[in-house]
């Protein structure tokens, strides 16, 4: 992901530019590294440590603590809900359906704990859209859509 | 009509729900011109008066919390609303949030002008999105009308990554401080040491509202709802097999079965058509037989009668056919998986539990996992290790539940 101008640090520091050296800031720091590169490694994780003053280890302790960072490969993750509530409402076919659409292609199918869309039961979420209801035919065209 | 419109809006409101109107229209811009008149002690008061509890789970008395953040030593002070809402079943505060999110954060600036904190923060979890973004819309409004803003309140919004945990007050606390999630000892109370080990007042987003509507009205006005142990009005979030899911605001002291039967409440039992069981309060709440559901009331103590607690109001309910063992199987995977892992009964019991109800079933040896139960609800650091077993531990107690196991 090195740009032309530079290496993977320095744009990490145009990112984080307007973010306060605050170790209070970290979170919402990694959120800005997800959003641009999807995915956290050890150098991303290099980089904010440089960027925001706090050492590596401690960013990386508080990096892998949160689910939604967690995205090996970064892929373009599509999180279905399979908690009790969905898990009843046929989940599982939900998954099946997520897995199979997005195989071989830039869309990853993860597990999500309990979404908060109970009373839509089965959910799934794209990172930017919830659906409420899902269908099968309607998480396949979520995960093409997702893909280009 | 068994449900009440006063935290949600009335079905008539048609204003945006994040516009200067929808402010004007529900008494906010009123209130907080009010309150913002008014010393913090006058303000407590009036909150102990209306006997207002926290509505996250734990109900303690909010007049008191925010009394004891007052009188806490210290020039700075902090007001977090904790909108993390990741209770399994649990999704009151997303369709508040939704309907009018003005509310909650009037909330917020009358609890900060009251205890004297000129800084705040939303903590909201990372799935909720569009949620957010309606959330920083009437925070704009709010801003644009001078109620926020460095010289009276600074209100900033955090979002969360996907913990769990970071719900528990204290490790939402240590997540906005930048550390990893994991609860902190208490004592101290985050009301002498939270955030920043400031004296912090931390509340749930329905608590916040309460208060957004009792000053929008009077103490009279919001003792017309409830019981005489418990005022007010509680969110309802019913799940499962009912033919309208969704969440309700009904008063405390609502039969169960009319909040599952009722035409404008859960409308009936869906799926098979009968009863199975309920599971009241979220992952780690209690199991409930037909029986119970049919003698008890949405209030602490009749719940407290059959074991049960409300919660954060969650009310999940199955249908006859459902294998509830099934249930309670994802649940301790659930539980498993979020553990932060800091202590030991917590971290070790999570596995242990998962390991003897997947290879030995939930019958084989049912005094060990009571045992381990109990060790962890009395030895773990924080509610999720305390209260982890319970779903558990209410299914040993009700063999009728098992007909599937």
């Not at chain 1, 090996?72 to 999180?79: L, N, R, T």
Request: net charge negative; proline share 5%; hydrophobic share 40%.
């Amino acid at each position: 992901m090195d740009s032309e101008n530079g290496t993977v640090s320095d744009a990490v520091k145009v990112l984080l530019h307007d973010i306060p050296r605050e170790r209070g800031q970290l979170l919402p720091a990694l959120w800005r590294v997800v959003e641009q590169y999807r995915e956290i490694t050890p150098e991303l994780i290099g980089a904010v440590s440089e960027s925001l003053n706090i050492p590596y280890a401690e960013v990386y302790g508080v990096a892998s603590f949160y689910s939604l960072f967690d995205n090996p490969g970064g892929k373009m993750p599509v999180y279905v809900c399979t908690d009790v509530m969905c898990m009843l409402q046929g989940s599982e076919n939900l998954k099946h359906a997520a897995e199979s659409a997005a195989e071989n292609g830039p869309v990853t199918i993860r597990e999500s704990a309990c979404l908060g869309q109970c009373d839509y039961a089965p959910a799934a979420w794209s990172g930017a859209r919830v659906l409420r209801r899902a269908t099968p035919e309607e998480i396949v065209s979520v995960v093409k859509e997702a893909g280009q | 009509m068994n449900q009440v419109r006063r935290l949600l809006p009335d079905f008539g409101t048609t204003s945006s729900p994040t516009s200067v109107e929808r402010l004007k229209e529900r008494g906010f811009a009123e209130a907080l011109r009010k309150v913002f008149a008014m010393s913090g002690e006058d303000i407590i008061s009036q909150i102990t008066e209306s006997g207002i509890k926290g509505r996250g789970g734990a109900a303690f008395p909010t007049g008191l919390k925010w009394s004891s953040v007052y009188k806490a030593p210290g020039e700075t002070k902090y007001v977090v609303m904790n909108a993390d809402e990741s209770e399994l079943g649990t999704f009151k505060d997303r369709v508040l949030l939704e309907e009018d999110p003005l509310g909650a954060l009037v909330g917020v600036l009358i609890a900060a002008h009251a205890v004297g904190a000129k800084k705040a923060f939303c903590y909201i979890r990372g799935e909720y999105r569009d949620v957010e973004n309606r959330m920083a819309e009437a925070l704009d409004t709010l801003r644009s009308q001078g109620w926020v803003g460095p010289d009276r309140v600074d209100v900033q919004i955090r979002r969360g990554a996907g913990a769990y945990i970071a719900g528990e007050e204290t490790a939402l606390f240590n997540s906005i401080e930048g550390k990893r999630p994991e609860p902190r000892v208490k004592p101290p109370f985050p009301t002498i040491k939270g955030l920043w080990a400031s004296p912090t007042l931390i509340q749930n987003v329905e608590t916040l509202a309460n208060v957004a509507v009792l000053f929008a009205h009077d103490t009279e006005w919001f003792k017309q709802y409830g019981t005489k142990e418990t005022i007010g009005t509680k969110l309802v979030a019913i799940s499962g097999h009912v033919k309208q899911p969704g969440v309700y605001e009904v008063p405390f002291g609502m039969s169960l079965t009319d909040i599952l039967n009722a035409p404008d409440l859960g409308g009936g039992i869906a799926g098979s058509g009968r009863l199975g069981a309920m599971l009241l309060g979220g992952a780690a709440g209690t199991f409930l037989t037909p029986e119970e559901i049919a003698k008890s009331s949405l209030d602490y103590a009749s719940l407290g009668a059959v074991g049960a607690n409300i919660g954060s109001g969650a009310v999940m309910v199955f249908d006859d056919t459902v294998d509830l063992v099934g249930v309670t199987t994802r649940l301790a995977r659930f539980f498993a998986e979020e553990s932060c892992g800091q202590c030991v009964p917590c971290r070790v019991g999570t596995q242990r539990v998962v390991e003897l109800i997947e290879n030995d079933g939930i019958q084989s040896r049912p005094q060990d996992l009571r045992e381990l139960g109990l060790a962890m609800r009395d030895a773990s650091i924080c509610g999720l290790g305390q209260t982890a077993p319970l779903a558990l531990l209410s299914l040993l107690d009700r063999p009728e539940l098992r007909q599937h196991a």
